[in-house]
């Protein structure tokens, strides 16, 4: 394969461009590059420096006359000029120019009548081998030697902004700039960034194609019955998706069209913190030759992790191929999804373990994207905190949550799908107050019996508070649980606790844009 020619992209006399090198060669550049070591297991681990995470400050999306009224300007798509963009860009190129770049071409959605062709440009040997796993890759040279990619990534964690120069907010800065069809990453070394943003992509491009865009978890059963998972860090969407008598069709990014559903990944990107062989074999199982691991401390002399070691970060990550998960469907392709939950923490308490919703109260809940933040977990939170994030992925959403919610709407009129909250936090009091979390054995019996049908074919009685239909019976469950306020000792503690978490939604909510249908599905009580 010819060496691939950057000069299109402003960058000119690199070093070495390597075109879409093979895993092993790549983990070979990391290590002779000094980017990281081996773990016992074979896996690449690197540390990222100051950025361990996303850096939402740091994001901005191109204000150009062709995509102005499309985008959800605000917190989360933050407004930068063309001209402030190109300043940026050619200092990047400048300084991406006699260094050693990898390339790696590959695709998002495993539906070929969706799929978009991305380049990305690193670099860092290491942040190539992520990419390389976390997309589809190609099958053959013959698909990259004439590849004209529907967008381009360059990330260059070594060339740092100057906010001053630059306005922008710190030395890093992640531009999306649709017209361009371009996204640039600088000054973070956090490979997550390269993901989320083709997330970001994909979640702007696919509404215009009637497809639904969704940050969420999904598996199908053997008879071809497709499950999604939606729910925030914590909540127990990749736990409860991991079903060992389903196969996973992905852990995180999917798109839901008319006449089926598919994965935009080929790779997952799996938290570490506390990850143990007994709770999750198969992710435990991923960390090998091949997978990339981020901020995990490890022992230099044994190699050996210690996964309950946050003093880098909470956020440890490992990146790996799909197909590192013995389970799952390949290509990840599957049918209409036949059940939809959407996963909180209620640390409160207060929400039924399990609730039915109409179509109206998902749009609700889903825009919503309601967890709770226990006490202790961030500096000055003493009590469990309302966590909003709109339609469960905030950060990643160009768009207004109207388009996103009304493609929700659409897809479940057409599908029949059911949908169903599941608590998967508290119960019988709040956290720290009486309350104990959600036995496991419980939240996987309500998941069986949404998914199975059994919980459709009982009774249901309404939440006088938030206004979901509560079944009266699941398999596996005692009944008395099914009803929170049942198993709170102070009823009257449950009730003031309950109508100010239904207040929370409320206001919440006002901020949106959505129909008087909708709006009137939320909690009322």
């Given at each position: 394969m010819a060496e691939l020619n950057l000069?299109?992209?402003?960058?000119?006399?690199?070093?070495?461009?390597?075109h879409n090198m093979p895993v092993p060669a790549l983990v070979e550049r990391a290590l002779d590059r000094g980017e990281g070591i081996l773990s016992k297991t074979g896996a690449l681990v690197v540390k990222t420096g100051k950025y361990t995470g996303r850096s939402p400050e740091d994001r901005y999306v191109i204000d150009a006359p062709s995509v102005h009224d499309e985008i959800d300007w605000g917190s989360v798509n933050r407004p930068m000029s063309q001209e402030n963009y190109d300043l940026i860009y050619n200092r990047m190129m400048a300084y991406l120019q006699n260094r050693e770049l990898f390339v790696f071409d590959g695709y998002a959605n495993a539906d070929k009548a969706y799929q978009k062709k991305i380049r990305v440009v690193n670099e860092f040997a290491y942040e190539n081998l992520f990419i390389h796993q976390l997309l589809l890759r190609p099958e053959s040279d013959a698909e990259i030697e004439n590849f004209a990619p529907d967008f381009t990534i360059i990330a260059a964690p070594g060339f740092q902004c100057v906010p001053e120069?630059?306005?922008?907010?710190?030395?890093?800065?992640?531009?999306?700039n649709f017209p361009k069809k371009q996204v640039i990453i600088a000054g973070?070394?956090?490979?997550?960034?390269?993901?989320?943003?083709?997330f970001g992509i994909m979640n702007y491009l696919l509404p215009s194609q009637?497809?639904?865009?969704?940050?969420?978890?999904?598996?199908?059963?053997?008879d071809g019955d497709v499950a999604l998972f939606f729910g925030l860090s914590g909540t127990g969407k990749t736990t409860l998706s991991a079903d060992p008598n389903r196969y996973l069709i992905g852990d995180d990014e999917h798109g839901w069209h008319k006449n089926g559903s598919f994965n935009m990944e080929g790779g997952c990107y799996a938290k570490c913190i506390n990850l143990s062989k007994e709770n999750e074999p198969e992710i435990y199982a991923a960390i090998r030759f091949g997978a990339l691991v981020e901020n995990v401390v490890m022992d230099e002399n044994t190699r050996e992790f210690d996964f309950a070691d946050e003093s880098i970060t909470e956020n440890t990550r490992v990146g790996y191929p799909v197909e590192f998960i013995s389970n799952t469907v390949i290509p990840g392709v599957g049918g209409v999804p036949k059940t939809v939950v959407f996963l909180t923490a209620d640390a409160f308490g207060v929400l039924p373990p399990v609730a039915k919703l109409t179509r109206e109260q998902a749009m609700f809940h889903y825009v919503s994207g309601y967890t709770a933040r226990l006490a202790g977990t961030e500096r000055g939170v003493t009590e469990p905190q309302a966590t909003f994030s709109t339609c469960f992925g905030a950060p990643f959403l160009p768009r207004a949550a109207k388009v996103y919610a009304e493609l929700l709407g659409k897809r479940l009129d057409e599908s029949g799908a059911s949908v169903y909250l599941i608590n998967t936090g508290w119960s019988?009091?709040?956290?720290?107050?009486?309350?104990?979390?959600?036995?496991?054995?419980?939240?996987?019996a309500m998941v069986t019996a949404a998914l199975n049908g059994e919980l459709d074919k009982g009774e249901f009685v309404t939440d006088e508070i938030f206004g979901v239909s509560v079944p009266t019976a699941c398999p596996g469950v005692p009944t008395e649980v099914l009803a929170p306020k049942n198993v709170w000792k102070d009823k009257a503690a449950y009730d003031k606790i309950a109508r100010e978490l239904a207040a929370s939604f409320r206001k919440n909510f006002a901020k949106y844009d959505m129909p008087e249908a909708v709006v009137k599905a939320g909690p009322q009580g």
């Amino acid at each position: 394969m010819a060496e691939l020619n950057l000069e299109y992209l402003g960058i000119l006399n690199p070093a070495a461009v390597h075109h879409n090198m093979p895993v092993p060669a790549l983990v070979e550049r990391a290590l002779d590059r000094g980017e990281g070591i081996l773990s016992k297991t074979g896996a690449l681990v690197v540390k990222t420096g100051k950025y361990t995470g996303r850096s939402p400050e740091d994001r901005y999306v191109i204000d150009a006359p062709s995509v102005h009224d499309e985008i959800d300007w605000g917190s989360v798509n933050r407004p930068m000029s063309q001209e402030n963009y190109d300043l940026i860009y050619n200092r990047m190129m400048a300084y991406l120019q006699n260094r050693e770049l990898f390339v790696f071409d590959g695709y998002a959605n495993a539906d070929k009548a969706y799929q978009k062709k991305i380049r990305v440009v690193n670099e860092f040997a290491y942040e190539n081998l992520f990419i390389h796993q976390l997309l589809l890759r190609p099958e053959s040279d013959a698909e990259i030697e004439n590849f004209a990619p529907d967008f381009t990534i360059i990330a260059a964690p070594g060339f740092q902004c100057v906010p001053e120069l630059d306005n922008t907010h710190s030395e890093a800065a992640i531009l999306v700039n649709f017209p361009k069809k371009q996204v640039i990453i600088a000054g973070t070394k956090y490979a997550g960034e390269i993901k989320k943003s083709v997330f970001g992509i994909m979640n702007y491009l696919l509404p215009s194609q009637d497809v639904f865009p969704m940050h969420c978890s999904a598996n199908t059963g053997k008879d071809g019955d497709v499950a999604l998972f939606f729910g925030l860090s914590g909540t127990g969407k990749t736990t409860l998706s991991a079903d060992p008598n389903r196969y996973l069709i992905g852990d995180d990014e999917h798109g839901w069209h008319k006449n089926g559903s598919f994965n935009m990944e080929g790779g997952c990107y799996a938290k570490c913190i506390n990850l143990s062989k007994e709770n999750e074999p198969e992710i435990y199982a991923a960390i090998r030759f091949g997978a990339l691991v981020e901020n995990v401390v490890m022992d230099e002399n044994t190699r050996e992790f210690d996964f309950a070691d946050e003093s880098i970060t909470e956020n440890t990550r490992v990146g790996y191929p799909v197909e590192f998960i013995s389970n799952t469907v390949i290509p990840g392709v599957g049918g209409v999804p036949k059940t939809v939950v959407f996963l909180t923490a209620d640390a409160f308490g207060v929400l039924p373990p399990v609730a039915k919703l109409t179509r109206e109260q998902a749009m609700f809940h889903y825009v919503s994207g309601y967890t709770a933040r226990l006490a202790g977990t961030e500096r000055g939170v003493t009590e469990p905190q309302a966590t909003f994030s709109t339609c469960f992925g905030a950060p990643f959403l160009p768009r207004a949550a109207k388009v996103y919610a009304e493609l929700l709407g659409k897809r479940l009129d057409e599908s029949g799908a059911s949908v169903y909250l599941i608590n998967t936090g508290w119960s019988g009091g709040s956290a720290g107050k009486g309350g104990a979390r959600m036995k496991l054995p419980y939240t996987r019996a309500m998941v069986t019996a949404a998914l199975n049908g059994e919980l459709d074919k009982g009774e249901f009685v309404t939440d006088e508070i938030f206004g979901v239909s509560v079944p009266t019976a699941c398999p596996g469950v005692p009944t008395e649980v099914l009803a929170p306020k049942n198993v709170w000792k102070d009823k009257a503690a449950y009730d003031k606790i309950a109508r100010e978490l239904a207040a929370s939604f409320r206001k919440n909510f006002a901020k949106y844009d959505m129909p008087e249908a909708v709006v009137k599905a939320g909690p009322q009580g």
